[in-house]
């Protein structure tokens, strides 16, 4: 694989990637995903 090719696949992975953050955002993933992470944070110091 040429060095372009790489490049072009690289931006082009971080571009679906991107998409899928914002598509995650707009769906209100992010409560649920922040939810989770308090709860296993408490759960693996013992307070929860």
């Known amino acids: 694989m040429i060095e372009k090719d790489k490049k072009i696949i690289s931006k ?3 571009m679906i ?3 899928f953050v914002v598509y ?11 939810t989770k992470a308090i709860n ?6 013992g307070i929860g």
């Open 12 to 14: 082009l992975l971080l």
């Open 17 to 19: 990637s991107i998409s």
């Open 24 to 34: 995650g955002a707009y769906r209100g993933e992010v409560n649920s995903v922040f």
């Open 40 to 45: 296993l944070c408490l759960e693996c110091i």
